[in-house]
């Protein structure tokens, strides 16, 4: 690699649109490619970027007269269409503030309030990282807690992005009460 060089990260999607690092004849693929664009002077390094798979754990306050699961359920799909990989870019933080309010925005949400469960920082919504290669996410561990700087996760200094890459399982709701607080 040229220190002098550009850097590109990337990544790629597989067949179930989950990221994964490029390999080796697509590098070449997009070198090639560029090459015809360059001026002879510049130059650019191909890099991956790292991936930091996270869960999301959230409350919820119920409103009167509206069924709990129901609005938990479309609670959970609200997020899941927030975390849509399509929509995020390397190294793009994630705002807390900005996850509670979609899940506001649900009807029959009242309030989203921080879980009580393993959240020490009183945060209104909890992101934890999922690493474990074993269970299918990339290895990459970060330390959430010291990223969260008044209630936005910032990314690594090496070039990463966020992924939930098991929604159905890396979301996870509850709700508290209603507004009767039962």
Known sequence: PNPLALNMYMLGYDAGRKLVQLNRAVKENIRIYLSQYRVLTDAINLKDAYIINIGVRFSIVVRRGFNKNEVLFRAIQAVKKHFEIKKWQINQPIVLNDIAYVISLVEGVISVVPPQDNNPNKNVVVIENKYKTTEGY?????????????????PALDPSIFEIKYPNADIKGKVVGDNLGI
Do not use: E, Q
């Not at 990339?138 to 910032?154: E, H, R």
């Open 138 to 154: 990339s290895g990459n561990f970060y330390d959430i807690a010291s990223g969260i700087i008044d209630g936005v996760l910032y």
